[in-house]
């Protein structure tokens, strides 16, 4: 067979892959329950825009899977004759390599034709060339659903939970009475209202056109509001028992401050340095007594939010802490059951009469060097253990096979 029908035929091989992988991939993009979201929408804005091109390629896409379809039938037609002549192989050959698929066919104006012009204008491609239109094609598709599904799950819930929060807080509100206060607090809800509304309508017809900072402000005029609406005995109330849980978490920080300290002590030496974490960042106690100062001064209106970025820092740190704690903890206990593990290995070894044979004393001792060695690489550890084991199992069994 020649190389141009090796060719050929291993392209259509490829091109029938392509074909079903095709398929199956338009059907799921398809039943995608964002791009059905998007097809029953009305959309405006951006996402109208893109859609538009994304509805142009998917139609491309349809029209490009069933000229591709068309190739192959024909070009499996020719190959299945029992005798092909070389008009039969070069039409073959052309079907799948040749430029066999007709993209467009334009007529030429008659005032625009010279006397030897053609009057159409046929372009055309390669299945190749027609693959590599159709992966852009799809990737178009694909980032306009995926991208609008992606703003969906995102900003929905968030906007639902200001909406409850709105809710809550205009409930809280109307139970206070009427005064001053209550009367800033439903100024300040009735804007965040018309704003949730307008970015919750926008959020529906144009996701990827949507400015989700706005949730942000929502969000603030809502603090705000309530802010309002507390008292100032609740307001203090709450914060001297915030005050009282961040010096536990005080506590707790210098406690796991310690044992990751102990802990990093214990690694430090004994492994390579890209195993050993230091622990960097602001003691929070500075900032905390700062807290605790305005509280001291009567300020209680301006700790709530200082309070909440010290408790989400302060805890970022305990869980950062903690976790380098138990990864130093962690390297030691590997180190362990690798020594472990090589222990009961070498007295499987003289159990069977092997602790002095030449081909796995070797490789005992580099797995004990590796492990009492300062600093232990881990893996290379692991990998002598390893090694002993497989050659002591290789060597029991070639024995008990004898």
């Known amino acids: 067979m020649t190389a141009p029908m090796l060719a050929a035929d291993s392209e259509l091989a490829r091109l029938e892959k392509a074909v079903a992988a095709i398929a199956a991939n338009l059907v799921e993009l398809d039943q995608n329950p964002d791009r059905q979201e998007l097809g029953r929408a009305k959309l405006t804005g951006r996402t109208a825009t893109l859609w538009a091109d994304a509805g142009d390629a998917l139609a491309r896409l349809w029209q490009g899977h069933r000229?591709?379809?068309?190739?192959?039938?024909?070009?499996?037609?020719?190959?299945?004759?029992?005798?092909?002549?070389?008009?039969?192989?070069?039409?073959?050959?052309?079907?799948?390599?040749?430029?066999?698929?007709?993209?467009?066919?334009?007529?030429?104006?008659?005032?625009?034709?010279?006397?030897?012009?053609?009057?159409?204008?046929?372009?055309?491609?390669?299945?190749?060339?027609?693959?590599?239109?159709?992966?852009?094609?799809?990737?178009?598709?694909?980032?306009?659903?995926?991208?609008?599904?992606?703003?969906?799950?995102?900003?929905?819930?968030?906007?639902?939970?200001?909406a409850d929060a709105l809710l809550r807080v205009r409930d809280l509100t109307r139970q206070a009475g009427a005064d001053g206060l209550t009367a800033e607090a439903n100024r300040l809800l009735d804007e965040a209202d018309r704003l949730l509304?307008?970015?919750?309508?926008?959020?529906?017809?144009?996701?990827?056109?949507?400015?989700?900072?706005?949730?942000?402000?929502?969000?603030?005029?809502?603090?705000?509001?309530?802010?309002?609406?507390?008292?100032?005995?609740?307001?203090?109330?709450?914060?001297?028992?915030?005050?009282?849980?961040?010096?536990?978490?005080?506590?707790?920080?210098?406690?796991?401050?310690?044992?990751?300290?102990?802990?990093?002590?214990?690694?430090?030496?004994?492994?390579?340095?890209?195993?050993?974490?230091?622990?960097?960042?602001?003691?929070?106690?500075?900032?905390?007594?700062?807290?605790?100062?305005?509280?001291?001064?009567?300020?209680?209106?301006?700790?709530?939010?200082?309070?909440?970025?010290?408790?989400?820092?302060?805890r970022e740190?305990?869980?950062?802490?903690?976790?380098?704690?138990?990864?130093?903890?962690?390297?030691?206990?590997?180190?362990?059951e690798l020594r472990g593990r090589l222990d009961a290995f070498r007295a499987k070894a003289l159990s069977r009469g092997l602790g002095e044979d030449t081909r796995l004393g070797p490789l005992a001792q580099t797995a004990r060097d590796a492990l009492h060695q300062a600093p232990c690489d881990l893996a290379v550890a692991r990998a002598a253990v390893d090694a002993y084991q497989d050659a002591l199992s290789a060597t029991i069994a070639a024995r008990e096979a004898r």
Do not use: Y
Not at 135 to 140: D, I, L, M, Q, R
Not at 208 to 219: I, K, Q, Y
Not at 317 to 336: F, I
């Open 67 to 162: 000229q591709l379809g068309e190739v192959i039938a024909r070009a499996k037609a020719l190959r299945g004759q029992r005798r092909m002549n070389d008009a039969d192989r070069a039409a073959f050959q052309h079907e799948v390599l040749g430029s066999s698929i007709t993209l467009s066919t334009a007529t030429v104006p008659l005032a625009q034709r010279g006397l030897l012009g053609s009057g159409q204008i046929v372009s055309t491609c390669t299945p190749a060339e027609l693959l590599a239109a159709m992966e852009s094609a799809f990737n178009t598709a694909v980032a306009v659903v995926t991208g609008a599904g992606d703003a969906w799950r995102r900003a929905t819930p968030a906007a639902a939970d200001a």
């Open 197 to 314: 509304g307008d970015l919750t309508g926008t959020l529906l017809s144009d996701p990827l056109g949507a400015d989700l900072s706005g949730l942000d402000r929502v969000r603030t005029l809502i603090a705000r509001a309530d802010a309002e609406r507390t008292s100032a005995a609740e307001l203090r109330a709450s914060l001297t028992h915030r005050l009282r849980d961040a010096r536990s978490l005080v506590a707790e920080i210098e406690a796991a401050q310690q044992a990751a300290d102990a802990a990093r002590e214990a690694a430090a030496g004994r492994f390579t340095d890209d195993k050993i974490i230091t622990v960097r960042g602001n003691d929070p106690r500075p900032e905390l007594a700062a807290i605790e100062a305005l509280a001291a001064a009567g300020h209680w209106a301006l700790i709530s939010p200082r309070l909440s970025a010290w408790n989400r820092q302060a």
């Open 317 to 336: 740190r305990l869980d950062t802490l903690r976790s380098a704690q138990a990864r130093h903890a962690g390297l030691l206990a590997e180190r362990n």
